[in-house]
């Protein structure tokens, strides 16, 4: 029998979130690289409003990220905030920084 080495796997003795952190904090530097840029463009003679928008945007997702990240740090990550049941890491892949499972979702 062969087996695969998934890269992405965390390593021994790692948390088992590493990956999604590592991932959350690539996805924040950039968030904030785009707000600043964005916030660049509100500050011109006449204020751009989908710049304004988009940095608004932005600071919600930083906020996002997080509070996912300090989900991970206190061990909470992967469960819904709300019912505190398992979030599928399908849905976890698609959006890292997801609070609830999905039927806690649909009901907000």
Known sequence: MTSTVDSTAP??????????????QAQRAECVKDRELALADTVQSLPDDVAVSRAASLLRTIEDIDAALARIAAGSYGRCVHCGTAIP???????PFATGCVACSQRR
Not at 89 to 95: D, G, V
């Open 89 to 95: 890491e399908e849905r976890l892949e698609f959006r």
């Open 11 to 24: 390593a021994r003795g790692d948390s088992p979130w590493e990956h999604v952190r590592l991932r959350l």
